[in-house]
């Protein structure tokens, strides 16, 4: 936190948690769980590999439904067969209503609402074909007849218990050669199941993004102006070559937050920020504004270098200078 | 300084098409594609690929990091809108029956004569130890699926198992439906047991043949064997040929694993695994259908060689199925 290279991070050193991560250095990597699929067009597409932890929740919750429509369904046809008086067809048809829904329920909401089920839905994650191709139902058939040794056969054990006759050390034996299906994702970094790997599915979390305005946008609306620029703040070349995209983005998170010690960040980081660059101008300035054409000023300068092909990913990016092409983005 | 912000005038001529497919897939997230008016889902396909487009020229120009984010997720929303399992379900059902199935059986022809081997080395393993001795029956069948039939039965007795006609219409509902539940268990896990290379699987067809062995001895025993066939002829043809399915499609699962090919193992597991699972989906039918028989036609019933007309009808039915439909295409062709 001493050292002078943090120092000049628009990152402000109290206050709101800090948006970035705590290393400085050059643009994160992509994260570990991140996978990509090449759509039929050609684009790759990113996704986040679901955590364990949400997965187990989608499948409990599943797994809660499909008890209690169990036990409804069950109840309704005691009832109504009980009053008709003949209760033992009453019981098979329990008996294969509860057949169907504990190895259909999965496949039924897999193929109708395209590799969700209401628990995934709820925790906003997918099943996707690892290849990137359609999700084909026989993916689906295949992952979910494997569920019946990696998850109903381990639950029935352990809730019900093994039949009688049966001996401890067997039981013992099979309840851990049954978790080392159960426990499967743990032990591969794509954190598939059994029925992941025969199905060459991968279960992703697709959150929503929002389309926030433009940052940039605001620094114009606020002067009314149709340039990227606001006029009242000029840079130069030089002070726009102090930083990088990974200084760029944080600045963006900054300027989205809203909170109550937003201004206070706001005005530190501009402090920092024009004690970097060698601000000469005015330093009694409003700091959002500043800050605001500041940002449209430093992604215009980084995006017209991203043209020619060179992407400065960082501060300590440092590219040799652009040479012959000086002229192409000053006045 | 007066660059122009180029990703800034991108955004602005594109942003009402992204919003137009935002919306779109939106309504379809919630209520289904069908849904959608046919005018709006004719524009579904081209706003995603507008989209896509957007998102290749956005990760090369724009450093805003909320539109590109915005895109990635836009995008991966519609691409499961636009490839997400695009089967109507009875059309889908159509073409499982129609060629999926009865093709990949042929696919897997090798591991489900395999898994047929075995079972019939543990019926003559069965059979003839139980000949041998007699003792060796307890050991093979478990008390609640002999039934009371063991070596102590008076041949009467047993001779009534096989023509007990059936007491009252709901029992013998019951009775099949319990049948078919706890077949088709056994099916799905010898299918998922071929995970374990296979050993649990083939352990399990060769349990079901001593099994089998052994009622055959025991009925051989006392002079009943070609009427116990009979009896188990009505559901077994269809029963034994959906159990084995299931064992050869966890044997195709343990030969993806011990012979991968040129492939790395988790792939060739994925491309094997559909077509077994494929297999085992429609030997759960088959096994429904084998309920069906055994609780209702097999009591029903009585006579020997109508037992061996239907048996022998069935057999024949699912062979010229399997060697037949959907002939020519390949497992896999859409």
New interface residues.
């Given amino acids: 936190m001493t050292d002078s290279s943090t120092v000049a991070s628009p990152r402000p050193p109290s206050g709101p948690p800090a948006p970035a991560p705590k290393e400085s250095g050059p643009a994160p990597a992509r994260p570990r769980s991140e996978r990509r699929i090449i ?3 050609g ?1 790759p ?3 986040q590999l679901a955590e364990r932890g949400e997965r187990a929740a989608a499948v409990l919750i599943d797994l809660v439904i499909m008890m209690l429509a169990i036990a409804l369904i069950a109840l309704a046809i005691v009832f109504l067969f009980g009053r008709v008086g ?1 209760v ?2 009453g ?3 329990t ?2 209503t509860s ?1 169907l829904i504990r ?1 259909f329920y999965f496949i039924y909401f ?3 609402w ?2 969700a089920t209401p628990g995934k839905r709820a925790l906003g994650l ?1 099943v ?1 074909d ?1 290849k990137g ?11 979910n ?2 569920r ?3 998850l109903f ?1 381990p639950l029935t054990l352990l809730l019900i218990g093994p039949g009688e006759g049966s001996s401890a050390w067997i039981n013992l034996l099979t309840l851990g050669w049954l978790s080392v ?1 159960a426990f499967m994702p743990f032990f591969n970094k794509d954190r598939l199941r ?1 029925g992941d ?4 599915t991968w279960v992703v979390s ?7 305005s ?4 605001e620094a114009k609306t606020a002067t009314g102006s149709t ?3 606001d006029p009242d703040y ?4 030089e002070q ?1 070559e102090v930083y990088g ?1 990974y200084e ?2 944080t600045l ?1 998170d900054v300027l ?1 937050q809203r909170g109550p010690q937003t201004e206070e960040t706001l005005r530190e980081v501009t402090r920092r920020i024009q004690r970097k660059i060698g601000w000469a101008g005015d330093e009694a300035v409003d700091s959002r504004r500043f800050l605001e054409a500041f940002y ?2 430093l ?6 270098r ?2 020619f092909g060179e992407r400065r990913e960082s501060k300590h990016d440092r590219k040799p200078p652009p040479g012959g092409r000086a002229g192409s ?3 | 300084m007066s660059a122009p912000l180029k990703s800034y005038e991108f955004r602005r001529e594109r942003e009402a098409s992204w919003r137009e497919l935002e919306g779109l897939v939106g309504a379809a997230e919630k209520s289904g594609l069908k849904s959608l008016p046919a005018d709006q889902l004719l524009r579904l396909p081209s706003l995603y690929r507008a989209a896509l487009s957007s998102l290749s020229v956005a990760r090369s120009i724009s450093l805003d990091q909320n539109v590109v984010s915005y895109l990635e997720s836009l995008c991966a929303r519609a691409y499961f809108q636009v490839y997400g399992s695009r089967s109507n379900f009875f059309e889908g059902i159509r073409r499982f029956f129609a060629y999926s199935f009865p093709a990949a059986v042929r696919e897997a022809l090798w591991p489900v004569l395999i898994a047929a081997a075995w079972m019939i080395l543990g019926s003559l393993v069965g059979f003839l130890l139980v000949q041998h001795s007699a003792e060796w029956y307890g050991s093979f069948v478990p008390v609640d699926l002999a039934g009371g039939r063991d070596p102590a039965s008076s041949t009467e007795s047993l001779r009534e198992v096989l023509y007990r006609p059936g007491d009252t219409a709901e029992s013998l509902y019951l009775f099949a439906t319990y049948l078919f539940t706890h077949n088709s268990k056994i099916g799905l896990i010898s299918f998922a047991l071929g995970f374990a290379l296979g050993v649990p699987t083939v352990l399990l067809m060769f349990y079901n043949g001593l099994v089998l062995g052994a009622f055959l001895a025991l009925y051989d025993d006392r002079g009943l064997v070609w009427e116990l066939a009979a009896w188990l002829s009505v559901h077994g043809t269809t029963e034994l040929l959906a159990i084995v399915l299931c064992g050869g499609g966890g044997l195709v699962l343990a030969r993806a694993i011990i012979f991968p090919d040129q492939y790395s193992r988790l792939d060739s597991l994925a491309r094997r695994g559909r077509a077994a699972g494929t297999l085992v989906m429609g030997a759960v039918v088959m096994l429904f259908v084998a309920g069906l028989l055994e609780g209702f036609v097999r009591q029903l019933v009585t006579d020997v060689s109508t037992r061996y007309t239907i048996g022998g009808t069935m057999l024949a039915f699912w062979l010229i199925y399997f060697a037949l439909a959907g002939r020519g295409r390949h497992y896999g062709d859409d």
């Fill in positions: 759509t039929p067009e684009v597409l990113a996704f003949v033992e067809v019981f098979g048809v008996l294969l057949f190895n897999e193929l109708r395209q590799g997918r996707i690892r191709g359609y999700l084909r139902p026989d993916s689906i058939f295949a992952r007849i494997l019946e040794v990696e056969i299906f059994a790997i025969v199905a060459g697709a959150p929503k993004t929002l389309l926030l433009d940052v940039a946008a340039q990227a620029v000029a840079f130069t070349r726009l995209i760029l983005q963006e989205r449209a000023a992604r215009a300068h980084l995006e017209s991203m043209l983005d000053s006045t």
